[in-house]
């Protein structure tokens, strides 16, 4: 599905964080996960592409996240996390000088990660909600 993209489109993807959902009894529980070191953005390796809307005839741009295997410290919390690029594998990333040997989970101490309101599965919560990075207790 995504062969052609993979070989000529590629991109970056900078968020502040991401959220992984974890299973417990009291149902499902968001993660915030953020850089470790407080910097303001991490990067995830993604991939675009351009195709025509079948209703409307328009072309489309639209792009996905890599996705990997966790690293420990994720594996806590959920099966599977983003590709996250150190700013040294941007160029390589995007040129295709390099490939799938980026495709690796990020190193243990690139992340951190705390409890967030379930709010955030709700579709009623706006978008721009500082609160729903905010900690909350367990």
């Not at 502040?16 to 070191?37: I, L, N, V």
């Not at 990067?43 to 351009?50: K, M, N, P, R």
């Not at 390589?92 to 379930?118: I, R």
Request: with cysteine.
């Amino acid at each position: 599905m995504f062969r052609s993209a993979f070989k000529r489109n590629r991109c970056l993807i900078p968020v502040s964080g991401y959220y992984e959902w974890q299973d417990t009894p009291g149902g499902k529980q968001p993660w915030y996960f953020t850089a470790r070191d407080g910097s303001p953005a991490l990067t995830i390796a993604g991939l675009w592409d351009e195709w025509k809307d079948k209703e409307s005839g328009k072309p489309l741009k639209s792009c996905t996240m890599i996705i990997t295997e966790p690293n420990k410290f994720v594996a806590d919390v959920h099966d599977r996390m983003p590709v996250l690029l150190a700013e040294k594998d941007y160029e390589p990333w995007l040129s295709g000088k390099a490939g799938l040997e980026l495709l690796k989970p990020a190193a243990e101490n690139v992340l951190q990660k705390w409890p967030v309101s379930k709010r955030v599965n709700s579709s009623r919560a706006p978008d721009d909600d500082p609160t729903l990075i905010d900690r909350v207790p367990l």
